[in-house]
């Protein structure tokens, strides 16, 4: 069975990307805010889940929440079976299997992104497919993503020493807004260049991201985790200051916390 229309498939190739509003129905909407909320909850820890956190003008919130599927176990039936990975799956044209999830909860203030593909960030595997679920309204003013219709066909572009599109190329492309609603997708590949802007918003923007590779590739997902530990638990000791950065790549902009700062059991109780 066939979830996308050929205009789906059409616009897909030639955009890069592919809105699916109302992908969720209202009851799936507010089990999927539930979970989100239910994680946002979890305290730090140094080996299951990883929390990242920001400075705001309201104080430390959370920026990012990511390895939570092995933990909670609806939103890992969400994100493991059924109409997501079914749709990934159509637009991959094979099987496609999780190779990492994230929530980005861009609380009021909460930094936005620069301008950068995603696949210089995943390692191992060449191509993915992300598919974002819009957990609250997503707007320009709160922080909605931002794309470049169509150039996710030229491999990388302008890669800079941050991991991202060079700030001078990047203010000449065009730009997209791509505001969601709760329960719409959107769903992106691992080239196409995207950004958003800061939650100048009263009102969190939470959205979760999951990312998925060609089952045929191999299954990435536990070696990705333990890669990214190793390599933040060495940026914290070179002195490189990448501990501030939520990815390999330094494309956040907001006032991120250094992990060796975060990593105590008390700083949740500072987030709500
Ligand atoms: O959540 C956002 O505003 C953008 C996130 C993003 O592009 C990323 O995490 O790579």
């Not at 030229?154 to 890669?159: D, S, T, V």
């Not at 250094?258 to 987030?271: G, V």
Request: net charge neutral; proline share 5%.
């Amino acid at each position: 069975m066939t979830i996308l229309s050929s205009k789906h498939h059409k616009d897909w190739k030639h955009n890069g990307y592919l809105k699916l509003s109302a992908f969720f129905k209202a009851d799936e909407v507010r089990a999927i805010q539930t979970c989100v909320s239910e994680i946002s909850s979890w305290q730090p820890t140094e080996d299951k889940w990883m929390h990242h956190y920001e400075s705001t003008e309201d104080g430390i919130r959370l920026s990012r929440s990511e390895n939570f599927a092995p933990y909670h176990t609806h939103l890992k039936d969400i994100i493991t079976k059924g109409k997501v990975i079914d749709v990934v799956s159509e637009l991959m044209s094979e099987p496609a299997i999780l190779y990492k999830e994230k929530i980005n909860y861009k609380y009021p203030g909460g930094g936005g992104y620069a301008a950068h593909q995603d696949a210089p960030a995943y390692e191992f595997i060449d191509y993915h497919i992300t598919c974002l679920i819009s957990v609250d309204v997503a707007t320009s003013e709160n922080g909605c993503l931002y794309f470049s219709p169509g150039r996710h066909q030229e491999g990388f572009i302008a890669l800079d020493e941050q991991g991202c599109i060079s700030p001078n190329v990047a203010k000449k492309m065009n730009w997209v807004a791509v505001p969601t609603e709760p329960g719409d997708i959107l769903l992106f590949g691992s080239y196409i260049p995207h950004k958003s802007p800061l939650n100048l918003s009263n009102e969190p923007r939470r959205i979760i991201y999951l990312t998925y590779n060609a089952k045929s590739q191999g299954d990435w997902r536990e070696k990705y985790y333990a890669d990214k530990r190793k390599a933040f638990a060495q940026y914290a000791k070179d002195g490189s200051n990448r501990d501030t950065q939520i990815s390999k790549i330094a494309h956040f902009q907001g006032k991120a916390i250094k992990h060796a700062e975060f990593d105590r059991p008390n700083l949740s109780s500072e987030t709500e």
